[in-house]
Nanobody, 127 residues
Framework: QVQLVESGGGLVQAGGSLRLSCAAS????????MGWFRQAPGKEREFVAGVNWSGGSTYYADSVKGRFTISRDNAKNTVYLQMDSLKPEDAAVYYC????????????????????WGQGTQVTVSS
């Protein structure tokens, strides 16, 4: 079992930055692929970014590529999402997700691929 707790959300003006954090506890952390998803009101939860267990490989949704950066610090059991050049359409509840994998290169890109989820943190972007 893995427990995930997100933090760092808030209100920011368009063009600004936020850094989200996701702290993991429970089962061994470093063998998990991690991801960030988001869900805006009335919309499906969508993939934002993913990182493999070592942090050496990442993958991004086209909508955030070049603006968001996912990273992880296994010593701190934490994954981050640095969000720059925020747009009003980035506003959503952001969720951290994890899945245990023997494949160290695994990065999940779909909601159904992840086993564990945090409670979410709200990001609001004013225009």
């Amino acid at each position: 079992q893995v427990q995930l707790v997100e933090s760092g959300g808030g209100l920011v003006q368009a063009g600004g930055s936020l850094r989200l954090s996701c702290a993991a506890s429970g089962r061994t952390y470093s063998t998990y692929g991690m991801g960030w998803f988001r869900q805006a009101p009335g919309k499906e939860r969508e993939f934002v970014a993913g990182v493999n267990w070592s942090g050496g490989s990442t993958y991004y949704a086209d909508s955030v590529k070049g603006r968001f950066t996912i990273s992880r610090d296994n010593a701190k059991n934490t994954v981050y999402l640095q969000m720059d050049s925020l747009k009003p359409e980035d506003a959503a509840v952001y969720y951290c997700a994890a899945r245990y994998s023997d494949d160290g290169n695994w990065i999940g890109k779909r909601r159904g691929e992840y086993d564990y989820w945090g409670q979410g943190t709200q990001v609001t972007v004013s225009s």
